[in-house]
């Protein structure tokens, strides 16, 4: 495969060899010629300004200080300072642990916290909670850099400076003097869905009869809730049970990486489509998966048929297969759609009634979410793959209509004391809801939060949030199901409050939030509390406390006329793929993590079709102004292949201006452009090249890999069944590295690209297992961004609707390693486990190992990368080195778990069994695509996995025996359709 | 002909001189690489440390024969070997020598919960993960480290705990272990030559010699 093509440049019309010379050294050919030899560096390169002479003045350097990078200076003498008294469980040395939940959206995911000495290093997803299962999203994952965020608010603030609790609580109570009965008194939360959040606030409002409730996110439900009002004039929840679905469409919901439930859903979603030929014997089956999408996301690139529509035309399909249902969807409409699509598509749900879901994006209109209830409803999904059950949230109302009564309330100066409990409203609100404007007109108010953002400079107190990793309370999950939320350290910041403790503090109750969340579910125990009480501590999850499903009956309401369909620009909002909102984006680890499908960091863009690109004569990184309703914002453009045409998608989140750490400023802010009336789409809009262009900084840009091109495999399922040995096996070839036996273990890892979402959990576990720097976006513009696994995104066939397939590629452990042999010091080498061993106190950087690596997996530590900010300290895993400037480093299959399970396997004297030793992607991935474990045990899951046929090596004829393969990706089109396209 | 600047000796001169640079650089560096890996100017071996306690192991180890673990208690299950916490010694000492003055950081600890700060004696090098109970549970006694711990006042180093010295035993485990009934046993003699009760061990133990030398069994 790799017949490495180094043509000479111009050999054919070269007069004479000094021609050729001169050739070769003119810029282009020179480009040209590093480009291809040197990918990795070439970005470098055309950056630097280095001429010949200082570049041979920094060799000389770099080769007469050789070997002084290896030395570091001695350890100080260090103390010993064992505790007065050691706290109940410690062992010093060992990790315990601690279940809580995480809190986003008013929705919980279930964790579970790893700390050292009382310091939390990790979090992980709780085997116990129903959103987890033990596995966990890139939010949760990385939530824990934010508790360590050196630039948390510590103190209470107002305009004079530093204050303390007791000068804002008596400010407060003289402001409280002009709001009688709290008339006045108003109160804007995030989406509460704790029911002892909820009964305090209830407390407050009986204590305060004439106060008001406000709640605003910015990525709200507000469709769900409208749908279902629509639907069943009552608010419902609606649950989706993957696992019972053959046939699933999905109409713009991108349920597998972005819903409160996606982590529980991939799972369940993915049990239906693992192929498993050796293993059950029997002729595969899968699930479907139909995928109606605007924006390009994880599930439409998982589908296995996907139908691309602007935001706006979703709708008129959704009424079209509620017609072909036979449900009632208002007049018939034809879109911009194949009718065969619509009839193949009904045909199949109806084949699979009562084992189909269909499902709505939280994005789509009400109407969506009306129709998808009738059509659940119609096919008898109700009941069995779908539930309905009482709303999640405490009190369901409309955000956005929310947030604007308040605003108009603040206004016409009805507020006197305004208390804006976590969220950023002033940063968040729609354009043409002016909640930043009107914060002026109120005399009093006070923002409770982590960092000093937006809304904090805006208001006149600024107070200091705990994270949720350090406070106590109580959350429903996507189903309804409770679990708590249990800090494992008190407040990194003692003036730090919970908005729990400051409602119940207003509200006069002075018990702890301890004894708060204790008392509300002293009441739910069956029989002994404090057994019930310790057992949903240390579960996470109290037990029975998912609701009962609902039946209610269609309220017969009849659905608003389809609009006519608009045929101008239109603009699409959606949550950012990884700093969502913008909570996240003072989070580093999350700045820096590729988003799925562009691969992008550190900024936002406005994604567009190749097609529009190409009739706009507009090309990546050229700036627009987007121009929607009045209201302009400048964006740089990103060509997304599998974008609809005539659309443009912008992510929410970025363009911060304060409290956002490393991303204050990166990107642009969308939500200046977003209305209220059309939160998520907005026809009519205007686009228009201003001539600037900017930099944004992908990874994936430049090859990894040589012959990159095969490094997935594909089929559909039923080429696999006409030939399961379908992948590519090459000849086993004479290799001069001589063959070696593993005695002991043989540690081997299989990953499944049918069942990969590319949603990146395992780069973010990783980087927080094995203390992985971030390296900021100069960083990763030339290639050097520091993840030990990255998932790679391949297109495949047409650039506007093309294939998309991931690949999640870590170390793969070759047997054969080719780096191991360029390596000059021997600072990587095998082990007797079969491990690619990297030792950092023997490299000195020569890089050879990378450079001779086909795979693209190393990484090195051009700076010092290690923050110096000492908070971060106390988070690092104290079981992996942090590694210096000069040293590489890749994955290393966690060997500090398995150290540490070889260990504990060798005092209990027996082997390690199998599935002891999880990698941290593998724990991570909430679709279980990554097994790992030992290859001399036959019984293992990861023998069985690489038994079957679809088990490959990526670029196997480099005849390097990887350790890692992976499973070929299958998917289940409907034949109909794809022979009625091609 | 002019005058010629250089004498014919200066062609010898510019040899030896070359010669004699090569040399000297040659040594300095030698002495360097030598000085730095030399346990002699690295590790402490053989000086007391003091402390801020007068603790003798010499007294409770040895004449008292208190059991390693009563104080070293996460030993066996831990990469640590664990510093008592304040509350393990006055377990005792509330009952014996209550007034004795060498206590009185210790009782002080205990009343105002302040921290007692030890000074480190065993170090290994930064970049090193080691892990006490596997080595205890694996047939590797406190004394082949530690030394006679039962015979000093003040603890030592006994050992230079270089990696030289760590892989002396990682190669040839055979040479040093000892049943793990006797692990935390002062001055034991093998009733049968170590030499035929090593191996014997080894393979008891269950022990593959060709991991204890991967480098990721000590650096990760």
């Known amino acids: 495969m790799s017949n490495a093509t180094f043509d000479r440049p111009d050999t054919a019309d070269a007069q004479d060899q000094r021609q050729n010379l001169s050739n070769l050294s003119s810029e282009e050919e020179f480009e040209a010629l590093l480009t291809r030899e040197q990918p990795r560096h070439a970005a470098v390169w055309k950056r630097s300004q280095l001429d010949r002479r200082s570049f041979m003045k920094v060799m000389g350097a770099t080769l007469a200080l050789t070997g002084l990078a290896g030395c570091t200076p001695r350890p100080p003498d260090q103390p010993i300072v064992p505790y007065v008294r050691t706290p109940e469980f410690v062992i010093p040395g060992n990790p315990i642990f601690f279940a809580t939940t995480m809190p986003m959206g008013g929705y919980g995911m279930g964790a579970v916290i790893e700390t050292h000495e009382g310091r939390p290093t990790r979090i992980e997803g709780n085997p116990f909670h129903p959103a987890s299962l033990g596995s966990s999203d890139r939010f949760l994952l990385a939530s824990i850099l934010d508790l360590y965020h050196p630039d948390r608010l510590t103190d209470v603030r107002n305009a004079d400076g530093l204050q303390s609790w007791d000068a804002f609580n008596s400010a407060l109570q003289t402001a409280l ?205 109700v009941g069995s793959t779908v539930t309905l059950i009482p709303p999640v949230l405490a009190n369901p109302v409309a955000m956005v209509e929310d947030l604007q009564a308040l605003t108009d309330a603040m206004t016409a100066g009805d507020v006197k004391v305004l208390l804006v409990l976590g969220g950023n409203p002033a940063y968040s609100a729609p354009a043409d809801i002016d909640f930043a404007g009107a914060l002026g007109q109120v005399p009093f108010s006070a923002h409770l939060s982590q960092m000093q953002d937006e809304t904090s400079m805006l208001c006149m107190w600024s107070l200091p949030q705990t994270h949720f990793i350090e406070e106590w309370g109580d959350i429903l999950a996507y189903d309804g199901s409770a679990s708590l939320v249990q800090p494992p350290i008190g407040p990194l910041y003692p003036d730090a409050k919970s908005a729990l403790e400051l409602i119940a503090g207003l509200a006069g109750d002075d018990r702890t939030s301890y004894d708060l969340v204790r008392a509300t579910w002293e009441s739910a125990a069956n029989g002994d509390f404090e057994s019930f009480w310790r057992r949903s501590l240390h579960n996470g999850v109290i037990e029975g406390s998912a609701p009962e499903a609902l039946s209610v009956q269609p309220a017969g309401n009849a659905l608003p006329e389809a609009a006519p369909m608009d045929n101008g620009l239109e603009v699409i909002f959606r949550p950012d793929a990884t700093i969502w909102d913008g909570r996240f984006a003072a989070n580093g680890w999350l700045q820096e993590l590729p988003k799925p499908l562009t691969q992008l960091t550190w900024d936002n863009m406005a994604a567009i079709a190749p097609a529009m690109a190409t009739a706009m004569g507009l090309s990546r990184g050229d700036v627009v102004e987007l121009s929607v309703d009045g209201r302009t914002v400048k964006a740089p453009i990103y060509v997304q292949q599998g974008h609809p045409n005539n659309a443009v998608t912008v992510t929410l989140g970025y363009g911060r201006t304060a409290g956002a750490g490393a991303g204050t400023d990166a990107g642009f802010n969308a939500y200046a452009i977003r209305p209220s009336g059309a939160q998520w789409n907005m026809g009519g809009a205007a686009m228009q090249a201003t001539g600037e262009t900017y930099v944004l900084a992908t990874t994936q840009d430049f090859p990894y890999m040589e012959g990159a091109h095969d490094a997935v495999e594909v089929a559909t399922l039923s080429e696999f069944i006409a030939d399961p040995e379908f992948v590519h096996k090459p000849e086993k070839v004479v290799n001069i590295i001589p063959e070696k036996e593993y005695n002991s273990y043989k540690w081997g890892m299989s990953i499944d690209l049918t069942a990969c979402i590319g949603c990146n959990a395992c780069t973010i576990a990783c980087q927080s297992e094995n203390n992985i720097s971030t390296v900021g976006k100069h960083e990763v513009e030339i290639n050097r961004e520091m993840h030990w696994i990255r998932v790679d995104r391949y297109y495949e066939g047409p650039e506007d609707d093309p294939a998309t397939y991931f690949q999640p590629v870590p170390c793969m452990q070759c047997e054969k390693a080719p780096c191991e042999m360029v390596c000059p010091v021997q600072a990587t080498v095998h082990s007797s486990e079969g491990l690619n061993q990297m030792v950092y106190n023997r490299c000195v950087g020569t890089r050879y190992c990378s450079a001779n690596c086909p795979y693209g997996v190393r990484r090195f530590n051009f700076l010092d990368f290690v923050d110096p900010a000492l908070v971060l300290v106390d988070m690092r895993n104290p079981d992996v080195t942090v590694r210096a400037r000069g040293v590489m480093e890749k994955c290393t299959y966690c060997v500090q778990r398995i150290s540490e399970a070889r260990i504990r396997a060798n005092r209990e004297g027996r082997m390690i069994e199998d599935g002891e030793v999880t990698p941290a992607c593998a724990a991570a991935c909430p679709t279980q695509a990554i097994v790992f474990g030992d290859l001399n045990d036959a019984e293992s899951r990861v023998v069985k996995l690489k038994q079957e046929p679809q088990d490959y090596a990526m670029l196997a004829d480099e005849n390097t025996v990887p350790r890692t393969t992976y499973l070929a990706r299958i998917y289940n089109p409907n034949e109909q359709l794809t022979s009625s396209e091609s | 002909m002019s005058q010629q600047l250089f004498k014919p000796g200066a062609n010898n001169l510019a040899k030896v001189s070359i010669l004699a640079g090569g040399l000297i650089t040659a040594l300095v560096l030698g002495f360097i690489l030598v000085t730095v890996r030399s346990p002699f100017t690295k590790a402490p ?127 040839e485990p055979e040479k040093y272990i000892r049943p793990l009934d006797e692990v935390y046993t002062m001055g034991w003699t093998p009733p049968i030559p170590q030499s035929e009760l090593g191996p014997q061990l080894v393979a008891e133990y269950d022990i593959h010699k060709d991991g204890l030398t991967d480098c990721a069994v000590c650096h990760r």
């Not at chain 2, 007034?99 to 105002?112: C, G, H, I, Q």
């Not at chain 2, 090193?128 to 082949?144: D, K, P, Q, R």
């Open chain 2, 45 to 171: 071996v053989g000086i007391p440390v003091p402390q801020p306690v007068r603790f003798s192991h010499e007294l409770h180890a040895g004449t008292l024969n208190v059991d390693c673990r009563y104080c070293h208690s996460s030993a066996e299950v831990s990469p640590y070997g664990g510093i008592p916490d304040t509350h393990t010694c006055m377990s005792c000492h509330s009952q014996i020598a209550t007034y004795s003055e060498l206590l009185e950081p210790v009782r002080n600890s205990y009343a105002s919960d302040e921290r007692l700060v030890w000074n480190r004696v065993h170090a290994v090098g930064q970049y090193v993960y080691f892990n006490h109970s596997a080595h205890l549970n694996n047939g590797i006694g406190c004394e082949t480290c530690h030394g006679r711990i039962d015979q000093m006042p003040i603890v030592w180093r006994n050992e230079t705990m270089t990696m030289r010295w760590c892989l002396d035993c990682h190669f």
């Open chain 1, 177 to 381: 003097a002009d709001a009688p009965n709290g008339q006045g008194l108003y109160l804007l939360t995030e989406a509460v869905s704790s029911p002892t959040m909820k009964a305090q606030i209830d407390a407050l409002l009986a204590a305060y009869p004439d106060a008001q409730w406000h709640q605003y996110e910015p990525v709200n439900e507000d469709s769900a809730f409208l749908g279902a009002q629509l639907a069943f004039d009552e608010p419902v929840n609606t649950v989706y049970h993957f696992d019972q679905a053959d046939v699933v469409l999905a109409l713009d919901g991108d349920f597998l990486t972005s819903m409160p439930g996606s982590v529980r859903y991939a799972r369940d979603f993915m049990d239906g489509r693992r192929v498993r030929m050796a293993a059950d014997g029997a002729a595969p089956a899968m699930n479907r998966l139909y995928a109606v999408e605007s924006t390009p996301t994880s599930t439409g690139a998982v589908a296995d048929n996907r139908l691309i529509l602007r935001a706006s035309e979703v709708e008129l399909l959704a009424r079209a297969v509620a017609q072909a249902l036979g449900v009632d969807g208002g007049a018939a409409v034809d879109g911009p759609w194949d009718p065969n699509w619509v009839s193949a598509v009904a045909e199949d749900l109806q084949a699979h009634a009562g084992s189909s879901i269909i499902i709505p994006g939280r994005e789509q209109s009400p109407v969506v979410h009306a129709l998808a209830h009738a059509m659940n409803a119609a096919l008898g999904n």
